[in-house]
Structure formats: C-alpha cells, structure tokens
C-alpha cells in the first residue's frame, strides 16, 4: 500500500511538472523559464526582448512605418514606439517610492510597543511592586543577620 501512494505521489509530480498541464478542461503552455525575459533595471538597461511580444493590428502598422523616415512620425508615435520595447523611461525607474515610510512606519511601531510593555513590567511586574504581594525585601547589608555571632567571638586568624 505505501509503495502504491509513493508511486502514484511520484507519477502525479511527474504529470503536473510537465511542459504542457490541463486546468479547468483546457492545456495550458507553461512558460519556459531557459529563454530571456524582460526586466526593467538601471544597471541592465537594454533588454533582451521587447516589452510587448504580441503585437496587435495597429502595433505592427506602427512598426512597418517605423522603416521608414522618422521625421514623418508624430512624437506620440514614437512614445508608443518607445513603450513597444521598454516599460518604463529611465526616469520612471528612478522615481523615489514611499517604501521608506512604511519601514520607518514599521520600525516606531515596534518601539513604541516596546515602551509599552517596559512600562507595564515597571508598573506591575515583580520588581515593581511595592510592598503588596510580592516577596519581602531584602535585609540592609549594614547589619549582620540576628542568626550571626557577634564578630567579636570569632577567632583570629
């Protein structure tokens, strides 16, 4: 029975791994991850692939009058042109994000409860308490224990 289950668990990872994989009725393509894909990064700026690899009707008019002389393109034209290829300007990929709120957001939060829970233990922890409950605090060390001799009994050495 165990080697059945490992068996069908081992066939069944072998059919879902596979190049093509039926969901809801259908084959799905996965996406072979060995051929380049698009990223947008400062340090890589042209990519491999273009931005859009499907183009539509209008795109590909767009790209046949791309052969000819650019001048004769409207700048609006050469933007859709420019996002053809890349996603984001130069510009855009370094526009500053909010994120550093959210970590400093993240971060006061953690200190502020922090303060909230030394304060409760100050408050109401076993070191805070003051004399009601808690354990009887500890002799002064100036005087000797009643239960000590006198120092004046014990020998010289």
Known sequence: MLATRVFNLIGRRAISTSVCVRAHGS???????????YVDRRDYP????AHVKNLSASQKALKEKEKASWSSLSMDEKVELYRLK???????????????KTIVGTALFFIGFTALLLIWEKHY???????????PAPASRAQPPAWAPPRDCLPCL
């Open 27 to 37: 084959v799905v393509k996965s996406e072979d991850y060995a051929l380049p894909v």
């Open 46 to 49: 042209l990519p491999d692939v």
């Open 86 to 100: 890349f996603n984001e300007s130069f510009a855009e990929m370094n526009r500053s994000t909010n994120e550093w």
């Open 125 to 135: 922890g076993e070191s805070g308490r003051s004399g009601s409950g808690g354990p």
